[in-house]
């Protein structure tokens, strides 16, 4: 609910969300909502990536020649950007960290 001290008006998050993205369960909130949760689990999986990193005492370069990418690209995955499954398996690959992939209740895949 708006309040206005002293002459300035505050807003709650959820007042300014509404305005901009629409109420909950509107199309244009859900993809909003949707957006911000991959942009949530991205920047997670780059602080893992980063983790990992560094407990194998590596630099961002010396991952990357191991990956055959360079730096940059490595920076990028640990702040969440531009990852693809094919770079994140070749990085955990590189640093030898198994993967796998739970389907259903009780099946797991490993992805090598």
Known sequence: MMKEI???KFYDF?????EHYGKIG?????KFEHSVDESVRAYKL?????KARLAQNLTQEQLGE???????????VEKGRCMSLTTISR???AMSIPLTI???NMDKLAMW
């Not at 959820?14 to 509404?18: A, N, Q, R, T, V």
């Not at 191991?66 to 990028?76: E, F, H, L, M, P």
């Open 6 to 8: 002293g002459g300035i």
């Open 14 to 18: 959820e007042e300014i969300l509404e």
């Open 26 to 30: 509107t199309p244009k909130r859900d």
């Open 46 to 50: 780059g602080e893992a990536v980063k």
């Open 66 to 76: 191991k990956v055959g990418v360079k730096k940059a690209q490595i920076s990028r």
């Open 91 to 93: 990085i955990f690959r």
């Open 102 to 104: 739970e389907i259903g």
